[in-house]
């Protein structure tokens, strides 16, 4: 079974550009996740997804940050523009969703590395 | 907001010890798991625990949820170099539509030395 595949691995950009990261889950996975994941720190959820409906982006700073899954599979993140403090790994996760809740198996992708100079 | 704050947050050991990592919240949590995260790798689970106080066993890993639902443990006995990595744990909500949301913490960064 294929893993959750992301793209790109790694990017670097100045600030006030923009980027777009993108994200094909797992085949079958209803529920889509971003994070990001500063250097030090443990992985904060940005955006959930269930199919193409957004579950929860209470922690996505929508003035520069979007997300989108059109179809219900893969899914593009995208900053514009990018500041300093957003250099990060930027990790997308997918899992089943049996809708039991609480402690359903995320899978992650390998991240996008991105620096903002 | 729900924290995990997790202790140490570096471990520098010599192969053949023992170490414990620790996951502490205010909160209460319907589940919490445990993932190992290699460099230039996303975080791959290692269990979920779920009830208060379960203690679940991984080759030399021994996990443990606090009877509270508020905290938990990773012991690794004999530690090898191939245990070096980024552990964290995370604890999942469980109501209406935040459930399958993950709450991580900073993660503990082991190194095993030869």
């Known amino acids: 079974e294929a893993g959750v595949a992301q793209s790109p691995r790694y990017k670097i950009i100045e600030k006030r550009q923009s980027v777009a990261f993108w994200c094909n889950p797992i085949s079958g996975h209803a529920t889509l996740y971003w994070y990001q994941q500063i250097l030090g720190q443990g992985p904060k959820l940005l955006i959930q997804f269930q199919n193409n409906g957004v579950v929860d982006d209470s922690q996505l700073p929508k003035d520069r940050f979007s997300a989108e899954r059109l179809k219900g599979v893969d899914s593009t993140l995208k900053i514009q523009p990018a500041k300093l403090e957003d250099s990060a790994v930027y990790l997308c996760a997918s899992s089943f969703t049996r809708g039991t809740g609480g402690s359903e198996t995320q899978y992650f992708g390998p991240g996008t590395r991105l620096l903002v100079l | 907001t729900q924290l995990l704050e997790q202790s140490p947050q570096f471990l520098s050991i010599q192969e053949g010890e023992n170490l414990t990592v620790y996951c502490n919240s205010s909160s209460v949590f319907s589940s919490l798991q445990w993932y190992r995260q290699e460099p230039g790798e996303g975080p791959v689970l290692l269990v979920t625990?779920?009830?208060?106080?379960e203690v679940k066993k991984l080759k030399r890993l021994t996990f443990q949820f606090g009877d509270a639902r508020k905290d938990s443990s990773l012991h690794i006995t004999a530690a090898q170099p191939g245990d070096t990595g980024l552990y964290l744990c995370a604890g999942a909500d469980s109501g209406g539509t935040s459930y399958g949301k993950l709450t991580f913490g900073q993660g503990t960064i082991l190194t095993v030395h030869p």
């Open positions: 625990v779920v009830t208060g106080g």
